[in-house]
C-alpha cells in the first residue's frame, strides 16, 4: 500500500491510555518509550511495518496490540505488484453469462431487523430481471439440478425461479442507500464476540477471529465501492439525492476505510478476505477445468476463465498465508473443529441478512459477495478444516466466488490509488 505513512500508536503501560502519534515527530525506530501526560508510567509506542505502509495497532479490550500485517506482508506485496492485470481478466470474465446472471428471490423479507417498508425511488437501487429468452438454457437447467442443499451447509442460495438478473445490465454503483443498519447487525449478531475473541475480534489465535476479519473485509471491499461511485457520479456530472450526506469521496474514504476512520484494520482485512477468496479459487481450479472441458462452462466462459485460474497470484505462496492460518486455526484442537458448525450457521445468517437490504441492486450484489465468501470457507474448511469437496460446489456458487474475487480485486485497485493521490 504505497504513499501512506505509517501510523505511530501509543499505549501508556501504566494507565493504559491510547492514542496516535504523528509520524513525522519522532525518528524512525521500531520501539520507542515517551512519557504520558496523563501517567508518569512510560509508555510503549511502536509502528507499523514499513514493508507494507500502514500495518496498524489497533484498540482491543482498552489496550492496543499488533495485528497480523507483518505476516501478511508478502501476500500484499505480491497482490500490489500483481492484482492490475488479473483484475483486468476478472472484468472479462464477469462478462459471460456464466458468471452474471443470478436467480434471486427479491421479494424475501427480513427475518432479522422490524423494519418499516421502504421505497428506494431512486432509479439507481431499481433492478429488473432479464428476457427469458436471454437465460441460456444450461444455466436454467444445472441450477435447477442442483437446487438442494445441506440443513446444515455453508450459505445457501436462493432457490430457482423463472426471474434471473445480470449483474453486467445492473452493476455496482452509487446507490445512496444507507446500509448502517444491517451492517451494525452483520458485525454486533453474525460476528463472533465471545471469550475466544475477546482480546482481539480480527487477530486472536482461533478461526472465529479470522471470520470476523474475512466479513470486515467483505465490508471494507463495499465501502470502496460506494466511495468510488461517489467520485464517479462527480465525474460524469451527475447530481447527487437532495439531502445526500456522501458527496466527497476523499472523506468518505477517510472515514470508511482510512487508518484513523471507523475501522482503523478496514484495508488489511480487505486484502485478508482477498487472500482467502484466491485461495479458494485455487481450490476450485481442478473443478472448474473439468466443467469448461466437460461444457458445464460454455466455451467462451471458459475461454475468460482459463486466464484467471492460471494466473500466478492464485498459486502464490504468500497468498496463501492467509487460508493456511485459517485452517491451522480450524485444526488447532478437537473444540475449534467441533465448532465449525457455528462458522456454517453465520455464513448463512450473513446471506439471509441481505434479506433486509431495502435497495434492490445492492441487495443482489451484497448476496453475490456473501455467498462469495461462503464459497471461499467452503472450499478450504469443508466440514472438519481439512477442506471442503468441491465437487459438491454448485454453479451459482462457483460464479459467486469469481464474481466476489473481481470485486475485491477491483476495490483494491481503487484502494491503491486512493492511497496514493
Known amino acids: 500500500m504505497k504513499g501512506v505513512s505509517p501510523i505511530l500508536s501509543l499505549v501508556c503501560l501504566g494507565c493504559s491510555n491510547a492514542f496516535v502519534i504523528n509520524p513525522s515527530s519522532v525518528m524512525s525506530a521500531s520501539l520507542r518509550s515517551i512519557d504520558c501526560n496523563q501517567d508518569k508510567g512510560r509508555g510503549l509506542l511502536s509502528f507499523s511495518s514499513p514493508k507494507i505502509g500502514n500495518t496498524l495497532l489497533h484498540r482491543t479490550s482498552g489496550r492496543l496490540s499488533a495485528t497480523q500485517a507483518d505476516e501478511l506482508a508478502p501476500g500484499i506485496a505480491a497482490i500490489d505488484a500483481l492484482n492490475t492485470d488479473l483484475d483486468q481478466l476478472l472484468s472479462t470474465l464477469r462478462e459471460q453469462s456464466y458468471f452474471r446472471l443470478y436467480s434471486v428471490d427479491m421479494l424475501a423479507s427480513c427475518e432479522y431487523i422490524p423494519q418499516e417498508l421502504f421505497e428506494c425511488y431512486s432509479e439507481t437501487c431499481e433492478i429488473y430481471p432479464v428476457d427469458e429468452e436471454e437465460i441460456p438454457q444450461f444455466i436454467r437447467k444445472v441450477d435447477m439440478d442442483e437446487h438442494d442443499f445441506e440443513l446444515d451447509g455453508w450459505a445457501r442460495w436462493d432457490m430457482p425461479s423463472e426471474d434471473y438478473y445480470d449483474t453486467s445490465e445492473f452493476p455496482e454503483e452509487f446507490t445512496g ?12 449478531r453474525i460476528a463472533f464476540h465471545d471469550e475466544e475473541t475477546r482480546i482481539d475480534e480480527y487477530d486472536s489465535d482461533n478461526w ?3 471470520f470476523n476479519k474475512a466479513v470486515s473485509g467483505m465490508h471494507s471491499m463495499i465501502s470502496a465501492q460506494v466511495v468510488k461511485g461517489i467520485e464517479e457520479k462527480i465525474i460524469s456530472g451527475e447530481g447527487f439525492e437532495d439531502g445526500c450526506e456522501w458527496t466527497d469521496p476523499k472523506t468518505e474514504f477517510d472515514r470508511r476505510l ?22 479458494g479459487a485455487y481450490a476450485a481450479k481442478d473443478r472448474l477445468i473439468e ?13 475468460a476463465l482459463k486466464p484467471v485460474l492460471d494466473y500466478p497470484l492464485l498459486a502464490d505462496e504468500s497468498i496463501a498465508i492467509a487460508s493456511k492460518k485459517l485452517r491451522s486455526h480450524a485444526l488447532k484442537d478437537a473444540q475449534s473443529q467441533n465448532k465449525l458448525w457455528e462458522a456454517r450457521l453465520r455464513t448463512r445468517d450473513l446471506f439471509r441478512i441481505m434479506n433486509c437490504v431495502q435497495c434492490n441492486k445492492c441487495r443482489l450484489h451484497g448476496k453475490i459477495s456473501a455467498l462469495g465468501i461462503s464459497t471461499a470457507l467452503q472450499v478450504l474448511l469443508g466440514r472438519t478444516g481439512e477442506g471442503g469437496d468441491v465437487e459438491r460446489v454448485h454453479r451459482v456458487e462457483l460464479a459467486a466466488l469469481m464474481a466476489a474475487l473481481s470485486k475485491f480485486s477491483s476495490a483494491i485497485r481503487f484502494c491503491q490509488r486512493m492511497q496514493t493521490e
Open 177 to 188: 442507500y444507507d446500509g448502517s443498519e444491517v451492517w451494525n447487525f452483520i458485525h454486533d
Open 208 to 210: 472465529k477471529a479470522d
Open 258 to 279: 482510512g487508518p484513523l476512520g471507523e475501522t482503523p484494520q478496514a484495508i488489511e482485512n480487505l486484502y485478508f478476505a482477498y487472500m482467502l477468496l484466491l485461495s
Open 291 to 303: 466443467d469448461c472441458i466437460s461444457g458445464k462452462i460454455d466455451s467462451e466462459a471458459a475461454a
